[in-house]
C-alpha cells in the first residue's frame, strides 16, 4: 500500500500517473522523447537498457522490470539476458560503445559528479557521439527521478515477472503518452 492514498490501486508510477494526470502528462512526454524518440542513434532497446540499468542500481523494483522487459522485448532476448547485463554493465549482448554508456549511466546514478572526462573519453573512443552521451546521462538523471518518485511514495508492484513480459509489447507500439492510465 503506498504511503498515501492514490484513490486507485494500479502499480508503481501507473498509479501515482492517475493520481496527479496533471504532472503525469509532462512525465510521459519525457520519457516518450527520452526513449522512444525516433531521431536518435541509440536504439529504442539501448535507451530502455539505460533506464533498466539505473532502475536496477537504485533497487525500484517497479521500474527495471517495466523497462527490462521493455528492452528484452526490443533486442529480442530473455529476461535472463537482461538480468545478466543489469548485473554488471556489461555482456556479450551489448557493444563496446554500450559498455561505456552504461558506465557512464553507473556514475550518474551515484551523483552527477562522478562522471568524469576518463569515463566520457572512453565512450567517444568506443564510438560514442556526444549527443549519445548527453542522452544517456538525462536518461540516467530521469530514471533517478522517477525511481525515486515510485519507491518514495511506497507504490506496490507485481512480483511476477511475466507481468511486465506480457504488457511489454503493447507499451512498445502504444508508448509513454497515455490517455487512458488505466492500462
Not at 522490470?65 to 554488471?88: P, R, T
Not at 568506443?126 to 538525462?138: M, N
Request: proline share 3%.
Amino acid at each position: 500500500m503506498a504511503h498515501i492514498d492514490l484513490q486507485n490501486d494500479l502499480p508503481g508510477i501507473r498509479g501515482l500517473m492517475a493520481y496527479r494526470p496533471e504532472t503525469a502528462a509532462h512525465l510521459n512526454a519525457l520519457a516518450e522523447i527520452l526513449l522512444r524518440d525516433d531521431d536518435n542513434t541509440l536504439t529504442r532497446g539501448e535507451r530502455e537498457l539505460i533506464g533498466t540499468y539505473v532502475s536496477y542500481l537504485n533497487d525500484c523494483h517497479f521500474c527495471q522490470q517495466v523497462h527490462g522487459a521493455l528492452a528484452g522485448h526490443y533486442f529480442e532476448c530473455s529476461v535472463e539476458e537482461i538480468d545478466a547485463i543489469k548485473s554488471n554493465g556489461t555482456s556479450d549482448m551489448v557493444s563496446p560503445k554500450m559498455t561505456a554508456l552504461l558506465a557512464i549511466a553507473a556514475k550518474v546514478q551515484q551523483g552527477g559528479k562522478q562522471v568524469t572526462s576518463g569515463l566520457v573519453d572512453k565512450a567517444r573512443e568506443a564510438g560514442a557521439s556526444d549527443r549519445e552521451i548527453h542522452d544517456t546521462v538525462l536518461i540516467s538523471a530521469s530514471f533517478c527521478m522517477f525511481n525515486r518518485y515510485v519507491d518514495g511514495l511506497g507504490t506496490w508492484a507485481p512480483e511476477d515477472r511475466q507481468f511486465y513480459l506480457n504488457r511489454a509489447p503493447q507499451r512498445a507500439k502504444e508508448g509513454y503518452l497515455m490517455t487512458d492510465l488505466k492500462k
